[in-house]
């Protein structure tokens, strides 16, 4: 049951580059999606999020867009910095209720 | 900055023994959450609580497990009779849950092994 899926388990970024990180989603019931990033033997910390209702929501260098029709998320990061390189999860809901969470992307940004 | 507490951060047992994972949430947070990871697998939901009773649970949520809030701040999640698929990083989460916003803050984490 796939309903989240982050189809690149890596990327490798150049430092000062943008880092754009790729979520695809089929259960059109979902209508909050959120970005988490994840270290090693830490729990995921809450980055950014989006309603359905918008297309787009920025929080200093992260960008989060949505594309409803193609079930479609990314997350901008830029520019990208050494301290970015963790595991990013994209997650969704249906309001206050479980979130469904992706593989995870684990990216890694360059000096 | 509050933040969701848990421990311990590494619990050891043998299988079949009862384990009880402690969480505090945010303190006006109203709902709470259990989630695992097994590693190299996705997080998944477990449990969700709010108003002191379950909201919902999933398939992995079976009579093995149960959650309680014994007093205003802790939340709990014992499993009665551990197995060694039980092995995972268990995380609790909570959130404020207001008008549009239904961000989940997450907890460090539990690593239970079972042997």
């Known amino acids: 049951d796939q309903q989240v899926k982050q189809n690149s388990p890596s990327l490798s970024v150049q430092e000062g580059r943008i880092s754009i990180l790729n979520c695809d989603y089929t259960n059109s019931m979902f209508d909050y999606f959120l970005w988490y990033k994840k270290y090693p033997a830490e729990g995921p910390t809450f980055l950014i999020s989006?309603?359905?209702?918008?297309d787009k929501n920025e929080d200093g260098r992260f960008t989060v867009f949505l594309n409803k029709s193609a079930k479609h998320l990314s997350l901008h990061i830029v520019p990208s910095q050494p301290g970015d390189s963790a595991v990013y999860f994209c997650?969704?809901?249906?309001?206050?209720?479980?979130?469904?969470f992706g593989q995870g992307t684990r990216l890694t940004i360059n000096p | 900055e509050p933040e969701v507490t848990q421990t311990p951060s590494h619990q050891v047992t043998q299988m079949g023994q009862e384990v009880i994972l402690r969480c505090v949430p945010i303190?006006?947070?109203?709902?709470f959450y259990w989630y695992r990871q097994i590693l190299g697998q996705k997080v998944e939901f477990l449990v969700s609580f709010y108003n002191n009773e379950i909201s919902e649970k999933s398939e992995i949520f079976d009579d093995q497990f149960s959650v309680e809030r014994p007093d205003g701040s802790n939340f709990t999640l014992k499993i009665r009779s551990t197995k060694l698929e039980d092995s995972a990083m268990y995380f609790c989460a909570s959130s404020e849950t207001s008008q549009h916003t239904y961000e989940q803050y997450f907890g460090p984490g539990t690593r239970l092994t079972v042997t």
């Open positions: 303190s006006n947070h109203l709902y």
């Open positions: 989006i309603s359905s209702i918008k």
């Open positions: 997650a969704a809901s249906e309001g206050a209720q479980k979130l469904v």
